[in-house]
């Protein structure tokens, strides 16, 4: 669907501001509970429902499928196969994939909101393939290649340096120039800037298996 009908097709009067704003138009879209969050895992990877529901702990599984079908009207999200057979995946269309910009701005101001630790919320490993280069991007120039390991959470990661800026993602079996250890809040802190790479290793936030050098320069400013 052409995404200029998209207010038309899926608002209700109940979800219209009736404001000739950008900011009403948009939230009337990705405005209701959840909605980003699905966005956010589908920036992550193109993922099947079932991955989308391991993904997002605590929907219910009628809302997810509300929020997939709004989104889809809309043009932000599209069905496609999932390689052979009959299996469906979601993924963002070229316009929806431009909420990237602005998630990645609300992940930056969360900062402050993020320093009190996860206490009992949920956290999942592949929450940083988006946030730890939303943060990094904004005050780091990449100055040379470099690979990272990340061990934290239920699966190893890997941080890249690239000429396109940081990427983090499973590990792809690349040689590591360093791997880091570190709890969810002090990578994310480390990454933001909240404290420098000396600090974490003087309180014992985190250890660094490999070369210092390369994980102090892809986490400097």
């Not at 899926?10 to 138009?25: I, K, Y």
């Not at 193109?46 to 989308?52: E, G, M, S, T």
């Not at 880091?180 to 003087?202: I, M």
């Not at 660094?208 to 400013?221: H, K, T, W, Y």
Request: glycine share 10%; aromatic share 6%.
């Amino acid at each position: 669907m052409h995404r200029k009908s998209a207010r038309s097709a899926v608002m209700t009067s109940r979800q219209r501001n009736d404001q000739f704003c950008g900011l009403a138009r948009s939230l009337e879209v990705v405005g209701d509970r959840w909605t980003l969050l699905v966005v956010r895992q589908l920036l992550i990877a193109p993922a099947r429902y079932r991955d989308l529901r391991d993904g997002l702990p605590g929907i219910a599984t009628n809302l997810l499928a509300d929020r997939l079908r709004d989104l889809e009207a809309a043009g932000v999200v599209e069905r496609r196969p999932a390689g052979t057979g009959s299996v469906i995946e979601y993924a963002l269309t070229p316009w929806g994939a431009e909420l990237r910009g602005p998630i990645e701005s609300l992940i930056r101001w969360s900062t402050p909101l993020m320093a009190r630790g996860p206490g009992d919320d949920a956290f999942r490993s592949e929450w940083l393939a988006l946030a730890v280069p939303a943060l990094l991007g904004a005050r780091v120039e990449v100055r040379s290649p470099a690979a990272i390991g990340i061990e934290i959470g239920e699966a190893p990661l890997q941080l890249c340096a690239t000429d396109s800026g940081f990427e983090v993602g499973p590990r792809d079996g690349r040689d590591l120039d360093a791997t880091v250890r570190a709890e969810p809040v002090y990578l994310l802190g480390l990454a933001a800037g909240a404290f420098t790479l000396g600090d974490a290793r003087a309180l014992g936030l985190l250890e660094i298996e490999g070369d210092e050098a390369v994980v102090r320069a892809v986490f400097a400013a």
